[in-house]
């Protein structure tokens, strides 16, 4: 259970966004953040929540950790949407965390992997990324790099 300990707190958060997915593109902009996050639950689950002043939205996930198998389910939603997305689902091994799970792009079905690595007491790095191949390619779409506050 204590495998997102290290989120706990509060983050200065720089992030690197694809403008457009699966369009051959390379042009990315860059964003600043502040993120906090906390247990739920004794540990079972956690949450965080992140603000995004200059890009106008917040964001939030949720995880719960399936105390059968040892998985992580991920929740993610924001205020653009106000919708709960699917979780994506995995664990960490070897100090990196592996998450994968089904999504919708444009109403087209797409395969969603996030990746948590870099873990320091004072950093970590986030990483997303789509296929819409069912996992042949993948095209990285968002990078946060953590530096705690």
């Known amino acids: 259970m204590s495998d997102f300990d290290f989120l706990y707190g509060e983050w200065a958060v720089h992030n690197r ?10 042009d990315w902009y860059e964003f600043e953040a502040t993120s906090w996050a906390q247990p739920l639950l004794g540990g079972v ?8 002043p200059s890009e106008g939205f917040s964001g939030a996930s949720i995880r719960f ?4 198998t040892g998985e992580w389910s ?11 997305f699917p979780p994506v ?18 109403g087209e079905p797409i395969r969603a992997h996030f990746t948590w690595s870099d873990i320091t007491s004072e950093s970590a790095r986030w990483q997303q990324e789509f296929s819409a191949d069912g996992g042949e ?13």
């Open 137 to 149: 390619t993948w095209e990285p779409n968002w990078v946060m790099e953590f530096t705690r506050k």
């Open 65 to 68: 950790q399936d105390q059968a």
């Open 17 to 26: 966004r694809l403008r457009e997915l699966f369009s051959g593109s390379d």
């Open 45 to 52: 689950g956690n949450v965080d929540e992140m603000d995004c």
């Open 89 to 106: 689902v995995g664990t960490f091994q070897n100090g990196e965390g592996h998450f994968y799970g089904d999504d919708t792009h444009q």
């Open 74 to 84: 991920i929740y993610w939603a924001d205020s653009k949407t106000g919708r709960l």
